[in-house]
């Protein structure tokens, strides 16, 4: 391609020039820039133009100046021909330049190698932003070049053209469309910003009302003084506002005042942005010129488009030839001076001011080695440049300070809730959190003192210390509770301190607070969580913690009310709840002291503090157990006696508990009322074995010796396997396998339960994940209420194909007594597919209301209770309520342990749906 520039002066020479152009056989793109505002003279050129060249293509625009081969002039016509050979030129107007119209005019002109767009907008009456955004909307990838027409500072009509028509408004565009042309668009615009960072704070599209809460002409009136002010907008042209977009340094010159009091600026503005005066930076502008010449001569260019702001031609003068000429060293170069100049940045098309914009072009992919070699072209250097490096420098060192102090600012207002008072305590200061906290606004606090806020709870001897110290030139620190404008309470953590003037006198107070109401809530919660909800005593996650935190030995009492299930059959649930309550304050009233617990349904502890383990503690816990027996518990017009079994253990905080436990499931077992297990020897021995078991238990899960096994599940009434339970199994190194009732427990103990249960989670899902059967994993109380061990499950579920055909099995015989934290588990694990299975069903707590409160699928029958079905009338009986409740309920049944053909048959006249047991299937690694 090549690029050949005529500057109008008679149409005699025009015509010779056109005529150069006729026998180009490529596609001719002519740029019309006219610094002649007058359509009487234009219109006359565009058809001479039009009517020798029919097939041309030409856009212009009015200029506020112009450029030709790398020079500036005023009140030329330019024409600027473009002759390709590999592109194809497309023009187009539209009527308007808006956002709609920029949305439409990327809909309708754009095609697959549109390589970029020459737009030229009127310049006074259009939104060229808005249609700038609107065709980015559709696509952000074209680079579009081009401004905003002008009129030389005279502000009163812009015109812009296609072919032979003048338009007073609209858009006009040229499209590119190439296979090989090469587009680089750069821009320069090194205005030094000055001062502090301000924030619009009203402001609608091009006009802004008000920065930082002030009017925009008290502002200006403060910053650049009354005189400049009564001659805008030429005498604050060269102040613009600065602000930083998607990386680009974006300035906005003020061109008029609205009728409102608004200035208007020539581009878009939107309330919360941050802007900064600036100033023309000669020296960094001519410095950085040859930085503009080496980014462009670094690509392939055969012609360079210039687009540069009236404001940067006002403001350098003769200067900007300096910049334009090196430019021009590269290649040929056109161009005008804009009232508001096109950019494509990284995320699409922006509107600047006061920049040079250039669009570099190429349909060769060759870069002319010889002029990526620095220019020696010379500026000329003046007393302007000098005090421009004198305002550039001071101004750098105030950024500095200000930045330090914005960022202690900052901080201090993101994490604190501030206020200053004067000297009498009178509220000069606050800041957004204080607003926030308060609920009142700052016309609400200023002039007013802090009682404002103060809650009636606080003691007003807080705030007689409080002034004491700060008058004193003290800083003064506590936590206290505030009252919010709406009454809501809240605590902060405050630091007051004096400032001092530089006599050393206090003339005001600064506070720094921070909110702690969540922490204190949750301290709050935490206390909570530490204390059982049914009879106020500790619970069980409080007495492990104060285990934890012991360092001595200590003595132990576990207590457990003997059939406590009974109680609870018989009387009911609600009776049996205020037995617990009775029987946690007999504790209270026996044993005198706050180390009480209730660890579970009906177990408790006490423990001993640092009381030696002699005879005489001996004889106090045995009195202790004697008193609870005795005691004739008054419910609800009952007397109810309780027998009590207990273990107790003396030794180091760590062990204590497990040793207790061990004791107190002695006691039970033996039925005696109270065992001490450092009286026994048996017990010492089984203590010792359970170490041996933890050893095997934990080697065995380094060693991957923990494996599922699968036990089938039949249908009654095709007697054929449609599901498995899986069963953990414990190999040993001699490969003998052991069941649950070896190690389970054990597992417990040692903590390492939880590591079993997502060892088979993983497991069984690895085996059921390509098979279509149903499949059952076993989920105790402690495994829904563990969220480690329910997080792994819904992660399981969230990645696996047979999430849909698992069954969680509730293992019935814990009890279950945490009903939300289960109902919440059922209703996670649904919407996968799951199902539920209680498990166990018909003993231990057994209980039909809380299955009305739970949605399972199905009801899992004790294997104690089948075996004898066809033999003990009661098991019999049982069995049958358990079948009557679950078919009313739409609940499937499962019999466990059917063993023989008697027992089947009477299942399958009972009506139970699912058999499992030896029967049909033995437990196995592998699925038969």
């Not at 849909?804 to 649904?830: D, L, Q």
Request: hydrophobic letters at 40%; charged letters at 25%.
């Amino acid at each position: 391609m090549r690029l050949i520039n005529h500057r109008y002066d008679t149409v005699e020479d025009l015509q010779i020039f056109l005529d150069h152009i006729l026998s180009h056989r490529g596609s001719v793109f002519i740029q019309l820039f006219s610094g002649v505002i007058d359509r009487k003279q234009i219109e006359p050129i565009l058809q001479l133009i039009t009517s020798k060249l029919p097939h041309a293509l030409l856009i212009g625009a009015t200029t506020a100046g112009e450029v030709i081969d790398g020079m500036m002039t005023t009140g030329q016509i330019i024409i600027s021909a473009s002759l390709f050979d590999s592109t194809v030129v497309k023009t187009f107007y539209f009527p308007r330049s808006d956002y709609d119209h920029g949305v439409r005019a990327a809909q309708e002109i754009l095609t697959p190698d549109t390589k970029a767009c020459i737009v030229l907008s009127e310049g006074l009456k259009s939104d060229s932003e808005s249609f700038l955004n609107g065709f980015t909307s559709v696509r952000n990838d074209i680079v579009i070049a081009g401004g905003n027409a002008g009129d030389d500072l005279t502000f009163s009509r812009t015109y812009i053209c296609k072919e032979g028509t003048l338009y007073e408004d609209g858009v006009v565009i040229a499209v590119l469309q190439s296979e090989v042309l090469e587009v680089h668009p750069t821009y320069s615009l090194n205005w030094t910003m000055i001062g502090k960072s301000m924030t619009i704070t009203r402001a609608l599209k091009n006009i802004i009302y008000e920065i930082d809460g002030r009017s925009v002409k008290e502002l200006y009136t403060h910053y650049l003084g009354e005189e400049t002010i009564a001659k805008i907008p030429a005498s604050a042209i060269e102040f613009p506002l600065i602000k930083v977009e998607d990386g680009v340094h974006i300035a906005r010159s003020m061109i008029a005042q609205s009728e409102d009091g608004g200035f208007v600026y020539a581009g878009h503005f939107h309330d919360g942005e941050e802007v900064r005066f600036a100033i023309g930076n000669i020296e960094e502008i001519l410095d950085q010129a040859n930085s503009l010449r080496q980014d462009i001569a670094s690509t392939p260019v055969e012609a360079t488009y210039i687009y540069s702001c009236s404001v940067r031609k006002l403001f350098l003068k003769d200067q900007l030839n300096y910049e334009f000429g090196l430019i021009n060293e590269i290649a040929p170069t056109a161009g005008m001076f804009t009232y508001g100049e096109f950019f494509h940045s990284p995320s699409g098309n922006q509107l600047l001011n006061i920049t040079t914009t250039t669009l570099s072009l190429s349909e060769s992919k060759e870069i002319n080695q010889n002029k990526l070699q620095e220019s020696t072209h010379q500026h000329n250097h003046t007393m302007l440049k000098s005090l421009t490096h004198l305002v550039n420098t001071t101004q750098g060192e105030l950024d500095d300070s200000i930045k330090i102090l914005d960022q202690y600012k900052m901080v201090l207002d993101e994490s604190s809730i501030v206020s200053k008072t004067d000297a009498s305590g009178i509220i000069t200061y606050v800041n957004d959190a204080f607003c926030k906290n308060s609920g009142y606004s700052r016309e609400e606090l200023i002039g007013k003192n802090h009682n404002l806020v103060r809650h009636p709870d606080t003691p007003k001897e807080l705030f007689k210390e409080l002034w004491s110290t700060i008058k004193e030139g003290h800083v003064w620190k506590e936590t206290f509770k505030n009252l919010s404008k709406s009454g809501q309470e809240y605590y902060v953590k405050s630091v007051i301190a004096p400032i001092f003037d530089d006599r050393g006198n206090v003339v005001e107070f600064i506070a720094s607070r921070v909110d702690v109401s969540e922490l204190v809530a949750k301290d709050m919660i935490i206390r909570r969580q530490l204390i059982d909800n049914l009879s106020g005593l500790k619970n069980r996650t409080a007495l492990l913690g104060d285990l934890e935190n012991g360092k001595e030995e200590t003595t132990l009492v576990l207590l457990n009310i003997d059939r406590f299930s009974t109680i609870n059959d018989y009387f009911g649930y609600s009776i049996g709840d205020q037995l617990l309550k009775a029987f946690a304050r007999r504790l209270e009233e026996t044993v005198e002291h706050d180390y009480l617990y209730r660890i579970s349904g009906d177990e408790f502890a006490i423990i001993c503090g640092k009381r030696e383990f002699d005879e005489l503690l001996r004889g106090h816990l045995i009195e202790h157990i004697n008193k609870l027996e005795n005691y004739k518990y008054q419910i609800a017009g009952h007397d109810i006696s309780i027998s009590v079994s207990a273990g107790i253990a003396h030794a180091t905080y760590t062990d204590v508990y497990n040793l207790a436990h061990m004791a107190l499931k002695e006691a039970k077992e033996k039925r005696s009322k109270l065992i001490f297990f450092n009286d026994n020897t048996a017990l010492a021995e089984k203590a010792r074995n359970n170490i041996w078991m933890f050893d095997k238990i934990k080697s065995a899960i380094e060693e991957d010796r923990i494996v599922p096994y699968f036990q089938g599940i039949i249908d009654n009434q095709t007697r054929k396997i449609v599901k498995y339970e899986s069963l953990i199994r414990l190999i040993e190194p001699d490969g003998k396998v052991l069941t649950p009732f070896w190690f389970l427990e054990h597992a417990k103990k040692a903590k390492l339960y939880d590591k079993l249960t997502r060892i088979m989670i993983a497991k069984t899902f690895a085996m059921f994940e390509n098979l279509e059967f149903e499949f059952s994993l076993n989920l105790t109380m402690s495994d829904i209420v563990s969220e480690e061990t329910r997080l792994y499950v819904y992660q399981m579920l969230e990645s696996s194909k047979a999430a849909s055909r698992v069954v969680f099995e509730i293992v019935e015989s814990e009890g279950i007594v945490n009903y939300e934290e289960v109902i919440e588990f059922i209703k996670t694990v649904k919407p996968f597919g799951c199902k539920i299975a209680i498990d166990d069903f018909g003993t231990g707590y057994s209980n039909f209301s809380y299955l009305s409160k739970l949605d399972v699928d199905y009801i899992k029958i004790d294997g104690s209770l089948i075996k004898n079905v066809n033999r003990d009338s009661d098991h019999l009986f049982t069995v049958q309520s358990i079948l009557f409740f679950a078919q009313k309920k739409g609940i499937k049944t499962i019999a466990e342990f059917v063993e023989d053909d008697p027992i089947f048959n009477t299942l399958l006249e009972l009506g139970v749906d699912y058999s499992q047991g030896y029967l049909f299937s033995i437990p196995s690694p592998d699925i038969l």
